[in-house]
């Protein structure tokens, strides 16, 4: 079931404590649009079906990534991307952001999502595996 596009910002800007929408928005496209780069076939689909429909798109048209990022590149990239951002505010912005992501995806989708990316996204996404 598709998240509405409100209650996605909502739950990112509660998690970030955004001061406005504007910004929980921005983090979201950015986020998603790193994640997209990094997950292929159905796991990116089922994931962006889940998603409102402007961010399905940002995750289905990614930024390409040459490799996949470890977690500290992935934020490294964020914060790129973010004007202004540091490494610390884009950590924050990757978590307010892939933790709403999470919620949504459910624990069957989570599992196949980290299973394509590098070790150590679990915490970026609020969901430590056990060792």
């Known amino acids: ?10 739950a990112v800007g509660e998690r970030g404590e955004y001061p406005s929408k504007q910004e929980a928005e921005r983090a979201a496209r950015v986020v998603l649009a790193l994640l997209g780069a990094h997950l292929v076939g159905e796991v990116r689909a089922e994931l962006a079906a889940r998603l ?10 990614p930024l390409q990534a040459h490799e996949p990022l470890p977690p ?6 964020t914060a790129a991307w973010i ?3 540091t490494d610390k505010t884009a950590t924050w912005d990757v978590s307010a952001v892939l933790s709403v992501v999470a ?11 980290l299973f394509q990316l590098p070790p150590g996204y679990d915490l970026l996404f609020g969901r430590p595996q056990p060792g």
């Open 52 to 61: 409102p429909e402007t961010l399905a798109l940002v995750l289905l048209n």
């Open 1 to 10: 079931m598709r998240m509405h596009w409100d209650a996605f910002l909502a």
């Open 72 to 77: 500290e590149r992935f934020i490294r990239a």
């Open 83 to 85: 004007e202004g951002a």
């Open 103 to 113: 919620d949504i995806a459910g624990e069957e989708l989570m599992q196949r999502i």
